[in-house]
Each structure stands twice: as structure tokens, then as C-alpha cells.
């Protein structure tokens, strides 16, 4: 069933019609959107993926931002790859298929009242519910493996579960070495202003790990982020403004973490 929001055409035929133009495959991964639908059109233009270009989100679509729905839609229509997020997670445990659940004013309290609000009907969101259902916990693309908040350190992967992957944070990025020999983790889930030394729209890098999380939601930051991760290049855009919009170097705008055991400082959001 092809999805009922109206995409900008001229975004849409921008998306197709620069593959033409592009000589190589491009592997884009952007970070969490939370809702911010206009920002994520906006930074979509910005990096114009062609038709042999693969596009990867790394979770939490929706929530707190006002148009979730739309989100969801525009990742859909174009076959985007999408990865689980502790949003979408709670989103499913607040609907679950059969029976009653204490998890929905968590998940209202977390964002979700602003995602209720996108849905026009009852059907849209239940379309919703079972395209969310199919989404992986990670995924590996050999040379980097992404998930949404990161992998528990002394856990082989066999035993990681969806806490792990999609709610992790301090043991993730306190890592004093890497998960894996051969590959980059890279994720979404914790704003990178909120770890040591990392000013907002900076991505955070430690020992085998990268997050791109630059809080696009959040008042403090704005910056949603792509990343070119074959190229190295990092698109972004102010979804509080989108004149904002820059494409940089990835050394430009990376901040590496020292291996010390790291406290993230959750943001504390004004009630809005």
C-alpha cells in the first residue's frame, strides 16, 4: 500500500534523478529525526541520494518532533533502511497486538503524545505498527555494523538483546577498546553534546564506536546529521532553521573521546 502523505515533488524527483549524476554507490546513514519532518526533507535535498545510493536511519523516526507520521511515510515510499529505536520500541510495548499496556503513558510522557497527533486515522497508525514490527535491531554492512544505542562490551552478540542495543549508554561508551576488530559501530540514541568535551552539532567518536546523534530535537542543538560514510562526509541541517545547513569534512566536526568511564548528562528539556 503506497503511503498516503504528499511528498515534495521536487524533492522526490531530485532524490531520483541524481543518480545520473553520481559515478559510485554512496552509503548515507543519518540519525535520529525524531519527528522533524521538514528538517528531514530539508537535509534530504541537501544530500540528493541517487537511485544506486543506499540511505540508513538509525532509529527513533519519531517522537517529540510534530510530524512523525510523515516521517515514517517518507522513509516507507522511498525504501529506506531503518533500524529499531528505543522510541519505536516504546511506540510497540504502548500497542502491543493482544492485551492491555502499562507502557503507554511512559511512552506519551517520552515524546509520543506529539506522534499521536501526527496520525490522521486509527488504520494509518496501525500500518505503522506493522511496518515497525519488521524492523532489525542492527544491521552490517561489513566495514561498519549499525544499531541505534550501541552494544554491552562483555556480552557476546548472540546474548545482545533489544535493552542492550537500543537503550545502552554509559558501559557502551566508556569502551576501552573496540566491540569488533573490523568494524566501526555506529549509532544514534545519545545527543552527542551530553558526553565529555563534545560541543552540539559535534559527533562523538571512541574506541570503535561513532555516534551521529546531534540531537535535532533538542532546543541546545537543532543539527540533524548524515553521514557519507564512504567519502567521509557529514551533511546537516537546522530543523529549527533550516537556512542553517552545512556539509563538512568529517575531521571538522568530530570530537574523540578519551577511554575513561564516561556519565552521560541526559539534557533536561524545557516542558514545550
Known sequence: MQPSVSLPLNSRVRYLSSSMATSHQRRIIIG??????DGLVALLDQVAPGGDDQV??????????PRSADVIDLVRFHHFHSLLGNHEQMLLQSFPKSGQSNALQAWLHSGGNSTISSYRDWDQL???LDWIRRLPLYKDLGDVWLVHAGIHPTLPLAMQT????CWIRDDFHSMGQPYFEDKLVITGHTITFTLPGVAPGE??????????????????????????IDAWKVYQVNVFDQKQARVLPFDEVVTRINPRRVKVELPRLASR
Do not use: M
Open 32 to 37: 535520529d529525526v525524531h519527528g522533524h519532518y
Open 162 to 165: 533489544a535493552n542492550e542495543l
Open 203 to 228: 559527533l562523538a567518536q571512541g574506541h570503535g564506536w561513532l555516534d551521529i546523534d546531534t540531537g535535532a530535537y533538542h532546543p541546545r542543538s537543532g543539527w540533524l546529521t548524515a553521514l557519507d
Open 56 to 65: 540508513y536511519f538509525l532509529g527513533d523516526l519519531i517522537d517529540r518532533g
Open 126 to 128: 496501525l500500518e505503522h
